[in-house]
């Protein structure tokens, strides 16, 4: 006669920050069997490991998300654990806890974990975290680009010096700000602004360069491009953020993510729309805005939309009620796995993709 002997299995609780880490262990029955804060570093997770009662393949394990929580998550898979991300605004318990502390926030982790009413973070493949990374950096380096220019415009303006140019930073027009520039009492510093322009410029191009070479025998990137307004970066930057759309029931928990929705405040009867949340990816939320801003004249469907919403609440909703639509439009195309196409998109414009504004 075979006898089973049953393992005992444990419940993580991890507390992450930057520097420190507070573990909490329970076992099966809810008990605390172990409690230490360790160092955030290779060393102070395989020390802990080593520590804990039990073998690693017999744990489950919660950490909040931050920054470095990937990392973290992968180093105790090596172990054998089963990792789980929590989202941290859905954990209203810790945040309403009067006592708040790295153990006790640890613990609360652990708890929500045995009890099966952790709230989980979508945690994306590697493939799609990489190309997250890289498209992150990229918007970055657009950032620094455009406080250099505005530093440029600015040098100007002490001068009292008017351009004619529609762009500055065209190719005559840099030609002639780089003249220009040489008889300014100021020209030190408008020299060193080229030269960080230029190398930053070049570093996008490197880094756009690698975003299209990696992505470009994707199939939903394709799909992503034919949405006017829609090109390489920006499809890559799409599907880097949202990773796989299946994962949002709707248009609008899409949208959601994106911050593209208004905010909402309720008191009876009363139901006031406010500015849009903001909350989510703001990577997304910047992609799908450039987008709204780039859409050919030949789609007047979504110029008039923005006419119709520009004349009742200005230039700045209509934008982000046209980015709100092309996020839309993505997400039923790439449920669909069909590509845009205008007539077809003209003749279904009485259907509701989702709200707009």
Not at 15 to 38: C, F, G, I, M, P
Not at 179 to 186: A, L, Q, R, V
Not at 216 to 235: W, Y
Request: hydrophobic share 35%; with cysteine; net charge positive.
């Amino acid at each position: 006669m075979t006898s089973i002997i049953s393992k005992q299995l444990y419940y993580l609780g991890i507390d992450l920050h930057k520097q420190t880490a507070y573990w909490t262990v329970l076992d099966e029955d809810r008990s605390v069997v172990w409690q230490k804060n360790t160092k955030t570093t290779k060393e102070g997770i395989e020390e802990a490991v080593e520590s804990v009662p039990g073998e690693p393949h017999l744990y489950k394990a919660a950490i909040e998300s931050i920054t470095n929580a990937p990392w973290y998550a992968g180093m105790l898979e090596r172990f054998g654990m089963e990792v789980k991300i929590v989202n941290p605004l859905a954990v209203g318990l810790i945040a309403r806890n009067r006592l708040k502390t790295d153990k006790a926030d640890s613990k609360i982790l652990a708890e929500l974990l045995r009890n099966g009413f952790l709230p989980e973070c979508y945690r994306a493949p590697a493939k799609i975290r990489n190309m997250r990374e890289t498209v992150r950096f990229r918007q970055k380096l657009v950032r620094i680009r455009t406080i250099i220019k505005n530093r440029m415009h600015s040098l100007l303006a002490k001068e009292g010096i008017q351009h004619k140019f529609s762009d500055l930073f065209g190719k005559e027009g840099i030609l002639w700000l780089r003249e220009e520039s040489k008889t300014f009492p100021t020209c030190d510093q408008m020299d060193s602004l080229f030269k960080l322009l230029d190398d930053t410029n070049a570093e996008i191009e490197r880094f756009e360069h690698t975003i299209r070479t990696h992505n470009k025998h994707s199939s939903e990137i394709q799909i992503l491009k034919t949405i006017p307004g829609i090109g390489d970066v920006s499809a890559c930057t799409i599907l880097a953020e949202v990773g796989d759309f299946g994962r949002f029931p709707t248009a609008n928990k899409l949208a959601s993510y994106a911050g593209l929705v208004p905010s909402s405040r309720s008191s009876g009867p009363r139901d006031k729309l406010g500015h849009i949340t903001k909350k989510g990816s703001r990577t997304l939320r910047f992609a799908m805005v450039q987008a709204a801003q780039r859409i050919p004249p030949k789609y007047e469907h979504l110029h008039s939309l923005y006419r119709k919403v520009s004349k009742k609440k200005g230039t700045k909703v209509a934008r982000v009620a046209v980015a709100r639509k092309l996020l839309v439009i993505a997400y039923h195309l790439i449920k669909k796995k069909e590509p845009f196409q205008i007539l077809s998109f003209e003749h279904s414009s009485s259907v509701k993709h989702g709200s707009c504004v």
